[in-house]
């Protein structure tokens, strides 16, 4: 799938889209990259980015490198580790199929802020439908 095809595709994907108003910026066979734009809306009481926002970013981002019209795959375990509050105002995913099976898939995913700090980063299983 290319880029506007992948775009179109996600569009569906509402809550990451629209509500989160995550972009996806890159696709590749088992990769996807995707950018947020930071504002109001994304932060905790603490005037940090929220966690799950952080999250919503890096699960978008494995959603792209892991599914195409003809082989869903959802989420079935996922493990984030958190290293630094965001600096800037864009964030980035970048996830990366380590290991592609039958059923399963495997994948690392990479959050980086606007200086290029890491962020977050995720692993998880998918399973495919």
């Known amino acids: 799938m290319n880029l ?6 996600f569009k569906k994907d509402v809550f990451a889209t629209k509500t989160a108003g995550i972009v996806l910026e ?3 066979e088992g990769y996807a990259k995707c950018s947020l734009e ?6 905790n009481a603490a005037g940090s980015v929220m966690g799950g926002a952080i999250f919503t970013l890096a699960d978008f ?17 996922s493990e984030i ?10 964030l980035y ?9 039958k059923r399963n898939c495997f994948t690392e995913t990479t959050v980086t802020d ?5 962020v977050a980063k995720v ?7």
């Open 4 to 9: 506007d095809e992948a775009r179109e595709f």
């Open 26 to 28: 890159e696709v590749g």
């Open 38 to 43: 930071v504002g109001p809306r994304h932060m």
């Open 61 to 77: 981002s494995l959603a792209a490198a892991t599914n195409t019209p003809e082989k869903l795959t959802v989420t079935t375990t």
């Open 81 to 90: 580790s958190y290293f630094a509050s965001p600096k800037g105002d864009r």
């Open 93 to 101: 995913s970048e996830c990366r199929v380590l290991k592609d099976g």
């Open 114 to 118: 606007s200086e290029g700090r890491i």
């Open 123 to 129: 692993s998880a299983c998918g399973t495919h439908l």
